[in-house]
């Protein structure tokens, strides 16, 4: 199915689709993503990506734009779920951004009685949830989350002596002060995890030293719907073992 949308000569297409009740009036609508290819016909990456909603009782199709920083990428997909609690199914949305910061740009909308609202947006997500990666002495990194006062200690002493005398003296004391830094969402998963019927959301922040290469971690956050907004719930930092040291 092609949807007729002239871009740069293109045509825009459907990349992913799902149907369910939507607008709560007990009918199945269909939800699907149209985007426009890249000028390169062997790159999967797609431009102009919107969102559609036909409702299913009058065919009438609804088209939502999303942000013009988050409309262009990989593998586009649209995944139905009731995020909120009211019986009725969301909208979530997930593109890859591609390259190696590998984020992705993520929204859950709401379109109870034909009227959109967006439950989710990447941006605000990302710029409440930054994070303090600091280096200190004794081969230890501090991660702190100001949006819920955790700090987690990672103990990076594997890591290898290369690595290690860059950052620090002979006697575990640093040479300088060194920041890491923290990315935005780069993984954007509904899960139920009290298995209610109502999803919650996991997302990920990749945690990184020296360089982003150097990953220390993720961060996951898991969201949960409070009846305004989607809040922390659960917090946790997942870290990469040191595979050959002794057990």
């Known amino acids: 199915m092609y949807i007729r949308n002239s871009y740069h000569n293109r045509q825009s297409e459907i990349v992913s689709d799902a149907y369910g009740d939507v607008n709560g009036d007990g009918i199945i609508d269909y939800v699907f993503l149209t985007a426009i290819k890249s000028a390169d016909p062997s790159s999967p990456y797609r431009e102009q990506i919107t969102l559609n909603i036909q409702d299913g009782s009058t065919n009438e199709v609804y088209s939502i734009k999303l942000n013009e920083n988050g409309n262009s990428g990989y593998n586009p997909t649209v995944f139905l779920g009731d995020f909120t609690g009211d019986g009725i199914k969301d909208i979530l949305i997930v593109i890859d951004s591609g390259g190696s910061g590998a984020f992705t740009f993520d929204y859950v909308y709401s379109f109870v009685n034909n009227q959109s609202q967006k439950l989710f947006d990447f941006d605000q997500y990302n710029e409440q949830n930054q ?4 280096y200190l002495d004794q081969y230890k990194v501090s ?32 040479k300088k002060p060194v920041q890491g830094m923290a990315d935005g969402v780069s993984g954007f998963y509904p899960v139920d995890v009290d298995r209610d019927g109502v999803y919650e959301i996991q997302a990920y922040q990749k945690i990184s030293g020296l ?13 949960k719907w409070d ?21």
Do not use: C, M
């Open 211 to 223: 360089y982003h290469a150097d990953s220390l971690g993720y961060i996951i956050n898991t969201l």
């Open 131 to 134: 994070y303090t990666v600091t």
């Open 227 to 247: 009846g305004k907004k989607f809040v922390i719930w659960q917090q946790w930092l997942a870290i990469y073992g040191n595979p050959g040291l002794p057990v």
């Open 143 to 174: 991660i702190q989350s100001p949006a819920t006062g955790q700090t987690y200690l990672v103990d990076i002493s594997g890591r290898g002596e290369e690595y290690l005398s860059e950052i620090y003296n002979e006697n575990g004391t640093l």
